[in-house]
Structures are given as structure tokens and as C-alpha cells.
């Protein structure tokens, strides 16, 4: 086998991993530093509860990812359902651009990916936002569609 071998991550995949990464450690970073020092709106429970639950979801996301879990899907659909409502949550807050930005990226990359892995497990209908394209600069809570630049 020329080039990649069996046992190698799609770069596509490792893309989508690598912005949950990023958005895991944003989260996590700006609710137990920038959040708490600010007080507040920052500190209130729904959004630290809510920026914990990000980071979480993140990292479950990157372990069915590396897996291959043929349940990722679902995972990745409640991460970016989860990474939305958290940008959303941040907006409004000074300071927390970072956590926007790493919100809105990390549910971005899917709709890259090819429809089916390539042993066979079709994608769902409804892509995360981690996996839909780059540009996508945030996401109608209502209706789940992004909005570009």
C-alpha cells in the first residue's frame, strides 16, 4: 500500500480532532480562569455548567473519533449541539472571543469528510459543526444553519 497505511488517521479526521482538542482546552482554560476571575455573567452556573459540558463533550468526541467508534456519529452530532449553544452563551460575555472562535471551529470539519468512512458507515443526514466547513462563522440555534462569511 503506497503513501498511508491502515493503521494512519484521515488528515480530515485528525483536523476535526485537533479543533475539539483545541475547543476541550479553550473551554476548560477560560471557565475555571477567565470566567471565575471575571465574576459575573462569567461565572454564573447555565454558563459554567454549560462550558464544562463543551470541554467534555470535545474529549468524548476525540475518543470515538480515534476509535473508529461506528457511534461517533452520534457523539459528534450532540458535541457540535453542544459546542453551538456554548459560542452562543459566550458571545455575550467580555473576553471571551477565544472561546467563541474555538467553539464555532471545532464542530466545522465533517462535511469535508467523505459521506461514508471508508469501510461503509454512512455519515448522518445532519452534520456536527465541528465537521462542517471552516468558514462557518456561527450557527442558527433554532434551525442548525450556519452562517458564513
Same mark, same amino acid.
Given at each position: 500500500m503506497e503513501g498511508k497505511t491502515m493503521h494512519q488517521i484521515d488528515p480530515e479526521m485528525k483536523a476535526c480532532m485537533d479543533a475539539c482538542h483545541e475547543c476541550h482546552i479553550t473551554c476548560l482554560h477560560m471557565a475555571m480562569n477567565h470566567c471565575l476571575e471575571a465574576g459575573? @455573567? +462569567?461565572? $454564573?452556573?447555565? +454558563?459554567?455548567?454549560l462550558m464544562l459540558d463543551c470541554a467534555q463533550i470535545c474529549s468524548v468526541?476525540?475518543?470515538?473519533?480515534?476509535?473508529?467508534? $461506528? %457511534?461517533?456519529? %452520534?457523539i459528534c452530532r450532540e458535541c457540535a449541539e453542544i459546542c453551538r449553544?456554548?459560542?452562543?452563551?459566550?458571545e455575550g460575555l467580555d473576553g471571551m472571543e477565544d472561546c467563541v472562535a474555538a467553539c464555532a471551529s471545532a464542530p466545522t470539519l465533517a462535511t469535508r469528510?467523505?459521506?461514508?468512512?471508508?469501510e461503509g458507515g454512512a455519515f448522518p443526514a445532519a452534520l456536527p459543526l465541528h465537521c462542517e466547513? @471552516?468558514?462557518v462563522r456561527r450557527c442558527d440555534a433554532r434551525s442548525g444553519l450556519a452562517a458564513t462569511l
Open positions: 459575573g @455573567r +462569567h461565572a $454564573e452556573p447555565q +454558563h459554567m455548567k468526541a476525540i475518543d470515538f473519533m480515534a476509535r473508529k467508534s $461506528e %457511534h461517533h456519529r %452520534h449553544a456554548c459560542a452562543s452563551s459566550c469528510w467523505p459521506r461514508k468512512w471508508p466547513p @471552516r468558514r
